[in-house]
């Protein structure tokens, strides 16, 4: 596992060891991030310069590969150990801490934001229904911007994280499915 694109391309990246973790695969946030940046509602501006929110962060990939393509800075939610230590250890290996910050606790209590995200993140264990229940947090105590780009994987067969707003996109990728949509109503 690595780093695609951005500044701090090609570096590894640590996965703790054992199954809790499901690390986005690099061909995945390749193709997810070619998306982004290239689909009309997307745009370099949808990342450049953006605080960025990584739930269910594990190894901190998506968010991590967001700030090496110009994030502006990264709140990175994870509450498993071993999780938490690959992930503070590639923040460092990527030396991003000064635009990292790690909460280390459930995403479904957060603490109140200290900003609002304009780019979210969601990669829950699957089946769990726990989108819906992380965006009802997140909104409440603050952290999602208006008009964030929000961006949640499932598993495959799974049903859409949300029925009340207009997806932007959906993509299937191996045994995941990549959905988005804007923030305004997501419950």
């Given at each position: 596992m690595r780093i695609i694109g951005g500044d701090r391309r090609g570096r590894q990246l640590q996965a703790p060891p054992g199954g809790v973790t499901r690390p986005t695969a690099d061909r995945v946030r390749q193709a997810l991030f070619d998306m982004v940046l290239h689909?009309?509602?997307?745009g370099r501006d949808a990342v450049e310069g953006v605080a960025v929110l990584d739930g269910f962060a594990g190894t901190g990939a998506l968010g991590l590969e967001a700030l090496s393509r110009g994030a502006a800075s990264c709140a990175f939610f994870e509450r498993d150990r071993a999780a938490l230590a690959a992930l503070r250890a590639n923040i460092t290996a990527c030396r991003k801490e000064d635009m990292s910050r790690v909460f280390a606790g459930d995403i479904l209590a957060p603490p109140k934001a200290v900003h609002r995200c304009g780019l979210i993140f969601l990669?829950?264990?699957?089946?769990r229904g726990l989108p819906v229940l992380a965006l009802n947090a997140l909104t409440a105590r603050g952290w999602i911007a208006p008009d964030a780009l929000i961006i949640v994987e499932t598993a495959k067969d799974e049903a859409p994280p949300v029925d009340t707003v207009e997806i932007l996109f959906?993509?299937?990728?191996?045994a995941a499915r990549l959905w988005g949509w804007r923030a305004g109503g997501h419950g």
């Open positions: 689909a009309s509602w997307g990669d829950p264990p699957y089946d959906e993509r299937a990728h191996g």
